[in-house]
């Protein structure tokens, strides 16, 4: 992945699955970024002047708190953001969500203070944890859907209907160059801005089946994900 941020500068992610480590040293690092499908990223970085050491990170695991299934509480004790749900950064989603969950809290404090003028803070805690997991429902879904796609990803197992939404997902990624509703749909899911459900818009549905009938009929396997993983 690489970003534009400030000042003409680029913030540059390599990452690889099950346990296929970029390097970290400059060398290693542009020789992974040779390694993937396209060139498109070796092309971009191959002559960019480094502005800071690479840093590696290896803590993928999504993490998920139940704090709204407390049976006992203390009122006006709040969690949200990482302190509640993380995520694999490989997705890239939990600032969103964390700010999703300050948007909900902001709702729950407009809410709390229509009912209790005077500033009673009662039920509060209760009903953001509820509202804060409906709003994590989303993006742990998807983080944890993406992981069970890699024979090593510890704590649980891919259930049959991760698989159909794995293949379902692997036929919209086909369709993705081709069709534009696809390729809208998809980002807007990525980004959070529209829940899964977008990506069964009957004009999508036509381009996946349109695609699978095309894989079938010549044989070919859905898109591969990341690199070719090393012997
Ligand atoms: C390598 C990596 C890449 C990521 N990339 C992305 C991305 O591209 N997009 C995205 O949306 N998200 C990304 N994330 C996730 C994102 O950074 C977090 O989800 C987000 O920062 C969570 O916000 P937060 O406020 O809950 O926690 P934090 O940002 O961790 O803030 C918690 C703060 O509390 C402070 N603190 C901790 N303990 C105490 C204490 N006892 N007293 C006082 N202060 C304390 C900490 O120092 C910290 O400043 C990435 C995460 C990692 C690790």
Known sequence: MIYPIERGRWIVT???????????????????ARSLDTPLLHDAIRDARPLSPIWGYRRTENRLRHYDQLDRRPEGFLVLGDAVCTFNPVYGQGMTASALGALTLDRCLREQRRRHPHGDLGGLAGRFQHRLARSN???????????FRWPLTEG????????IAHHYLDRVLAAVPKE?????????VLHLVKSPIALAHPRILASVLAEAARALAHRTPPPRHGREHPA
């Open 14 to 32: 390599l990452t690889g699955t099950a346990r296929d480590y970029p390097p970290t040293d400059e060398a290693g690092f542009l020789d992974f």
């Open 180 to 188: 534009r509703a696809a390729q809208q749909a998809l980002l807007e």
């Open 156 to 163: 649980g197992r891919r259930s049959y209907r991760t698989r």
């Open 137 to 147: 429902a989303t993006p742990w879904l998807l983080a944890t859907s993406e992981d």
